[in-house]
């Protein structure tokens, strides 16, 4: 505890050399959360229901850019809040910092699968890829989720934050849910048609 300009006292953290005073410490908290609710927890969920649902000409590129834009944002958060692990260890627990290290693990599989491994349609390996690829990025998506409200949930001046992402969750999952529903109806539709076409060529022999 040191003596501020104004007669208080100021809060400085100190770790290895490093010093950071209280005040700039909540700041980077919640630039913290700010930039990975952002990044990891809007954009790559967008960029996944964009992929799944909106089949448009552009598709992919949208997709591209929100997973991009994610990813980047996302990650500049998480190395923010390991830094301020760094210089105090009582920043995040010991379960927080198991899920973001695994969170982050988990994209980074994902971003590597896609850097390395995507295939042409043609290749025997695609089916698998794909595969991969979806099972990844769900994974990944879902453990976003569970970091980000596990990290918020300590934190008393993240109240706001906590809001505002419920509503996001509440949005996505509004908008996701009929939308597969309506793929799913679509889906048994066109076995439904297939099967009777071919129900009929086989009665017609």
């Known amino acids: 505890m040191t003596p501020g300009n104004?007669?208080?006292?100021?809060?400085?953290?100190?770790?290895?050399?490093?010093?950071?005073?209280?005040?700039?410490?909540?700041?980077?908290?919640?630039?913290?959360?700010?930039?990975?609710?952002?990044?990891?927890g809007t954009l790559l969920p967008i960029g996944a229901i964009i992929a799944r649902f909106f089949k448009w000409k552009q598709w992919f590129w949208c997709h591209v850019l929100c997973q991009t834009l994610g990813y980047i944002v996302g990650t500049i958060g998480w190395?923010?809040?390991?830094?301020?692990?760094?210089?105090?260890?009582?920043?995040?627990?010991?379960?927080?910092?198991?899920?973001?290290?695994?969170?982050?693990?988990?994209?980074?599989l994902q971003i590597l699968s896609v850097l390395t491994m995507r295939l042409?349609?043609?290749?025997?390996?695609?089916?698998?890829?794909?595969?991969?690829?979806?099972?990844?990025?769900?994974?990944?998506?879902?453990?976003?989720?569970?970091s980000i409200f596990a990290g918020i949930s300590t934190e008393k001046e993240a109240e706001i934050l906590m809001k505002a992402y419920t509503v996001i969750i509440g949005?996505?999952?509004?908008?996701?849910?009929p939308l597969q529903m309506f793929r799913f109806k679509s889906t048994i539709k066109k076995q439904f048609m297939r099967m009777t076409t071919s129900l009929r060529r086989s009665q017609s022999i």
């Open 6 to 40: 104004n007669g208080k006292r100021t809060t400085v953290v100190s770790y290895r050399g490093q010093t950071l005073s209280r005040h700039t410490q909540l700041h980077l908290q919640k630039v913290h959360g700010i930039l990975i609710v952002v990044g990891w």
């Open 79 to 108: 190395c923010i809040g390991i830094w301020l692990r760094t210089l105090s260890k009582h920043y995040l627990s010991k379960l927080q910092l198991a899920l973001t290290i695994i969170t982050f693990t988990i994209i980074n």
């Open 120 to 146: 042409n349609k043609e290749g025997g390996y695609r089916k698998w890829w794909n595969i991969w690829h979806h099972a990844t990025g769900y994974a990944a998506i879902g453990m976003v989720v569970v």
């Open 171 to 177: 949005v996505l999952i509004v908008v996701a849910v």
